[in-house]
C-alpha cells in the first residue's frame, strides 16, 4: 500500500441630525459582549498512535474526517490538527504550508467524493507531539447536515504529516485520504487515489477538530425580515429619538454618537 505510517448605565440623547453622521461614514470597532456556546467536533481519544503519508512517491495530500451538524454549532469558527512529520527519510523537510478546508455532503452519505467546497483558509504546519493540537481560527463557515473538515499539503515521499487515532470510536468511518498530483478540492472523486480508513490496513480516525457556534444574531434586524434596508435605518432612528434601549449597540447605558456608529458598522458588514 502506498501509505506509511510511523508510531510516534443611560442618559438624554444628544441632538444631532443623523443624516449628516451617515453622510461622515465614520466608523468605530463594535465589541460584543457575549460569548457563544461552541460545540465541539471530535472523532478522536485524544491519542494520535500513527503518522501516515506516501510511502512510494510525492503527492498533495488531503485526509479529512466527516460529521453530523450539531444544533447551536451550524458555523464552524475554528479548526484543530495534530499533525506528523513533513520530513522524509534523509531529513529534507517539506511543505510547511497547508490548507484547510470546510466541505458539504451533498447526500450525507459521508463520503467525500462529491463533497462540494464551502471554504478554504492557508496557515502553516506546526511541529506538535502525539496528542497535542494547533488552533487554527477561520472565518464562519456555515453547515448543514453532514459535512468535512479536511487538512491539505504537499507532501514527500516518506513524509507523515497525517496523525491518527487507531482507537477512535468510529474506526475510521468518518474519515478518508486522497492523493493528488496537485491541489484537487473541488473534485476528489477523480482523485487518482482514494482510501476510505474505515476499511483501510490502518484503521482509525485522523487527528482534526472543529468548534461550531450558533448562528450569529443579527441586533439591527428590527423588523426581522432577514435583511438591513430602508426599515431598519427608519427603526433605529425611532428608537434613539424615543431613547429605547434597543438603540444602545454599545451596551454603556447611554444613546451617543458611538450607539450612530456602531450602527454604520453593522449596516455596512450586513447580516449573516
Known sequence: MPIQPTNSTRTRPVLFSPLRTLG????????ATSHAQQVDYILDTGVGSFNIGPS???ANMTWLNSFDTIPGGEYI???????????????NPGSDLVTLAI???PNNDHDPSDAVLLST?????????????????????????????????DVLQRAN?????????????????FYNPKLNLEDLGSSPYILHMGTSPFQGAWMIRATGEPQPSCSIDYNNDGELN???????LSFFAA??????????????????????TLFSAGCP
Open 103 to 105: 466541505l458539504n455532503d
Open 243 to 264: 431613547n429605547d434601549p434597543a438603540a444602545d449597540l454599545v451596551d454603556d447605558g447611554a444613546l451617543n454618537f458611538f450607539d450612530v456608529s456602531a450602527f454604520l
Open 24 to 31: 461622515f461614514g465614520l466608523a468605530f470597532a463594535f465589541a
Open 161 to 177: 504529516p497525517a496523525s491518527m487515532d487507531p482507537n477512535s470510536p468510529t474506526a475510521g468511518a468518518q474519515s478518508w485520504m
Open 230 to 236: 430602508f426599515f431598519d435605518v427608519s427603526l433605529f
Open 56 to 58: 512510494q512517491f510525492d
Open 121 to 153: 483558509t492557508q496557515v502553516q504546519w506546526v511541529d506538535t507531539g502525539f496528542g497535542e493540537f494547533v488552533d487554527y481560527p477561520i472565518d464562519p463557515t456555515h453547515i448543514e447536515g453532514v459535512f468535512f473538515v479536511a487538512v491539505v499539503m
Open 77 to 91: 469558527t475554528n479548526i484543530s490538527v495534530s499533525f506528523g512529520d513533513i520530513e522524509d527519510n534523509d531529513g
